[in-house]
């Protein structure tokens, strides 16, 4: 599994790091564009959106704050940014399609994460729309001129399905870390976990 700027942040902050190394098996593995966005995230966050409780909010600043040294024994693995000269022809056309107008704005550290999942067949947990839409996309075999290769992508909401699915989290657990999830993202999406999982994405 491969992740995102944004997923990695709600477990950071969430003090759940290691719970979900515990459902994914293993380290958890970010390109270097994610790496530094988080980098840049810790420097310019502000502590007062991750709770309206000033207490609760301190500490989970404190836990992102701990992220640039405490990143590699949290079994967080960072992966070096792709580069062009390695990347196979189809990586290469598919780079060159991310690029291209007209498609879901896909950020650069997502970017990353695509190029890498398509290279390396990872599975991508991503809370991006953008991202999540092209990952679909290439999936569903949508792109001309990238070749279809197996992936997989799930958004966190996805994830907590699938715990409850293998017995790890009852429906109310799920839920619970859900909220707790919405509180700490700016842009999560409003509805309960219930209602996210009927619809069209995650």
């Known amino acids: 599994m491969i992740l995102d700027t944004v997923t990695l942040r709600h477990f950071i902050v969430l003090g759940r790091v290691s719970l979900l190394r515990e459902w994914l098996g293993g380290d958890l593995l970010i390109p270097e564009r994610v790496h530094q966005e ?14 309206p409780d000033p207490v609760v909010a301190a500490q989970r600043s404190v836990r992102f704050q701990a992220y640039p040294e405490a990143h590699e024994r949290w079994g967080i693995r960072v992966l070096p940014s792709p580069e062009l000269s390695a990347l196979s022809a189809d990586g290469v056309q598919l780079l060159i399609a991310l ?47 990238v070749p279809v290769r197996p992936l ?35 842009w999560a999406p409003k509805g309960s976990l219930e209602e996210l999982l009927q619809g069209k994405y995650w």
Do not use: F, M
């Not at 690029?99 to 950020?107: M, S, T, W």
């Not at 409850?164 to 509180?183: F, K």
């Open 99 to 145: 690029d291209a107008q007209g498609r879901p704005p896909v950020h650069a550290g997502e970017k990353e994460v695509i190029v890498w999942a398509y290279e390396q067949g990872y599975r991508v947990c991503t809370d991006d729309r953008g991202a999540y839409q092209t990952l679909r996309a290439l999936i569903d075999g949508a792109w001309q001129n």
């Open 152 to 186: 997989s992508v799930v958004g966190t909401p996805g994830l907590l399905a699938e715990q409850i699915q293998q017995g790890r989290l009852s429906n109310a657990e799920a839920s619970a870390l859900w909220s707790e999830v919405q509180e700490v993202w700016r």
């Open 38 to 51: 988080l980098l840049t995230g810790v420097t310019r966050h502000d502590p007062r959106t991750l709770s």
